[in-house]
């Protein structure tokens, strides 16, 4: 993890490594989206007087979620993912979540940076970890032709090894 240098704190910054990559272009870059909105976060829970661009920053972090998840649920569906509609759910129930706590962090019933926390460990970094790493591997072992599941032998290989969308290898 790198060091950065905040007033007079050190904060840990999330690195977005081969960890977080799951082979599909899209997918990727919004993870790398959402490490990087996340690592902005942080800096920003630890300046002074700064709730006011925080929770700008909060709500990009919320509306790119949104966005995030919904693409996310696309890729899943042209997959043919088999957990999709539990996938949905836990989607639903994040944003809930997430909504639920903007809302008290606005009442002032919650700090900026318990919100920015919880974002960041279970919506952001958790969700990847616990939910996303269940298809990562089925993203980067499958792909559709025409209306035919394939399994990818040799090719998925290629695919994991040049990080190439299978997507792209049949059109």
């Known amino acids: 993890m790198k060091m950065y240098s905040c007033i007079k704190v050190d904060c840990r910054l999330v690195s977005s ?3 977080f990559r799951s082979g599909h272009q899209e997918v990727d870059y919004e993870h790398n989206s959402l490490i990087a909105l996340s690592n902005e976060l942080i800096v920003n829970c ?9 929770s ?20 899943l569906y042209e997959y043919r993912y088999i957990e999709l509609e539990e996938h949905k759910e836990i989607h639903k129930e994040l944003l809930k979540s997430m909504q639920y706590l903007m809302e ?3 009442k002032g019933e ?17 969700h990847i970890i616990k939910y996303d790493f ?22 998925g290989e290629v695919v994991q090894q040049y990080r190439v969308s299978p997507r792209y290898l049949y059109r």
């Open 17 to 19: 490594g081969a960890i």
């Open 46 to 54: 630890f300046m002074e007087d700064n709730f006011e661009k925080t």
């Open 56 to 75: 700008q920053l909060l709500e990009r972090i919320c509306v790119h979620m949104v966005e995030h998840f919904s693409n996310e649920e696309k890729v």
């Open 104 to 106: 008290a962090m606005y």
């Open 110 to 126: 919650l700090e900026q940076i318990d919100l920015a926390k919880y974002i960041i460990q279970e919506i952001i970094i958790g």
């Open 134 to 155: 269940r298809f990562l591997n089925y993203l980067q072992n499958r792909f559709v032709k025409g209306n035919e599941e394939v399994t990818m032998g040799y090719i």
